[in-house]
């Protein structure tokens, strides 16, 4: 899949000082995950349901 045309955002909450980041693209049957400072590395690619259930555990 072509990922170059998608908007990639990081949270708010991210500190450029140590530059370690995660950045998600969504789409409307996927959520992609890739590190900012490797944008042509490895990518995980969830659905929004698995994303969701993620998002449910970490941010407690």
């Known amino acids: 899949m ?3 045309d998608m908007t990639w955002r990081k949270s708010r909450h ?3 000082a140590s530059g370690d980041c ?3 693209a969504t789409r ?3 959520v992609h995950i890739r590190d900012s ?3 042509q590395g490895p990518q995980l690619t969830l659905s929004p349901t698995a994303w969701s259930a993620f ?3 970490a941010c407690k």
Do not use: R
């Open 22 to 24: 995660l950045e998600i």
């Open 55 to 57: 998002l449910t555990h």
């Open 28 to 30: 409307p049957h996927t």
């Open 2 to 4: 072509n990922t170059s």
């Open 37 to 39: 400072k490797n944008k």
């Open 14 to 16: 991210s500190s450029s």
